[in-house]
């Protein structure tokens, strides 16, 4: 069965399609290097791409489908409503050793609603219950949906209730998550509608309550582990954003708190370190090393020394020749101001 979908990696075994935990995907900032981060601070929170668009992967010149073994477990997200290009997409990432493929249905921006798809497909559930199914047609590896609980004036329960059972019995889908939120395609920008659209957590609560068979997770202004172990008493799962990017070392009690490891949770400092050898090896092929600590900024946060430190990188690791001196310089300042 999908959602028992057991695989081991690095000597860590997960359930994917369960989703108990996961990163959720954030265009422009979970990209290959701010995942490799987070790996290095949870072991079993279930990482994800940016949102890579099929047309990107099929007829864009660079390597969009480029990750590292240790990043696993890790979902591609794909953008896209050509159910024979997001297949063939789909292929090329299960061939390269993705865990899962998620499909985009929620997201509102402009680009995306101009290429017609994101959130403006949950008003064509046939639709996205044809593209599911002619992926799972090319992979075994989970194939879900990522959606809100409704779109512009289409947001009644009946209307999401229709929108997942269509698809998850046309496209024989059994794992949604949703972001208890209703999109606006026009009228709001793509912030204003992570905001203004009000929470309806109940909603996706009763959602479950009706398709106890299917795997329902949560996304949508989630900004702790407490308030996940609160969803996770009627849902599957949990997906947080911006607060685990802003503020990532909460990322290290998720291995404790949700999967009950018995694993010493890592210090900020080592976990500095421990990207050294990362660093190093991506700046010998050529990557700018503030396209690495971009999403390391946080890592400090509420700590004593977390201005100096954001300050320090954020002055130096653009420079052409910047390298693993400028994040000593700036841990040299952390353990100033801590004394140590």
């Not at 702790?224 to 969803?231: D, R, W």
Request: net charge neutral.
């Amino acid at each position: 069965m999908e959602n028992q979908h057991i695989q081991i990696h690095n000597g860590i075994t997960s359930t994917y399609g369960l989703n108990r935990f996961s990163v959720a995907p954030m265009l422009s900032w979970t990209d290959r290097h701010c995942r490799y981060f987070h790996r290095i601070l949870s072991k079993h929170a279930l990482l994800h791409t940016e949102m890579v668009t099929t047309g990107a992967i099929i007829y864009g010149k660079g390597d969009f489908l480029t990750f590292n073994d240790q990043e696993h477990p890790v979902v591609l997200q794909l953008g896209g409503a050509n159910p024979t290009d997001l297949a063939h997409c789909a292929k090329l990432a299960a061939e390269l050793g993705y865990d899962e493929i998620n499909l985009n249905v929620g997201c509102p921006s402009d680009r995306v609603k101009n290429g017609k798809f994101g959130a403006c497909l949950m008003g064509e559930a046939n639709l996205v219950a044809q593209c599911v199914a002619e992926m799972k047609e090319m992979v075994d590896i989970p194939v879900t949906v990522k959606t809100r609980i409704g779109i512009d004036d289409q947001d009644s329960y009946e209307f999401l209730v229709d929108f997942v059972r269509t698809v998850s019995e046309k496209g024989n889908c059994s794992n949604f998550t949703i972001h208890a939120r209703k999109a606006y395609l026009s009228g709001l920008s793509t912030k204003e509608n992570r905001k203004i659209p009000k929470l309806d957590y109940p909603r996706v609560y009763q959602l479950k309550k009706d398709f106890p068979h299917l795997t329902i997770g949560i996304n949508g202004c989630i900004n702790s582990l407490v308030e996940a172990e609160k969803h996770l008493k009627f849902l599957d799962g949990v997906m947080i954003g911006r607060k685990a990017y802003q503020t990532p070392y909460l990322l290290t009690e998720v291995d404790q708190y949700l999967f009950g490891s018995d694993a010493p949770m890592i210090k900020r400092c080592d976990a500095v370190k421990a990207m050294f050898p990362y660093i190093e090896s991506e700046l010998s092929s050529g990557t700018y090393l503030n396209h690495i600590t971009r999403h390391m900024l946080g890592l400090f946060h509420t700590q004593p020394g977390t201005r100096q430190w954001r300050r320090y990188i954020s002055e130096n690791a653009h420079k052409p020749s910047a390298g693993i001196e400028v994040l000593e310089a700036a841990l040299a300042k952390i353990q100033d101001a801590l004394n140590v």
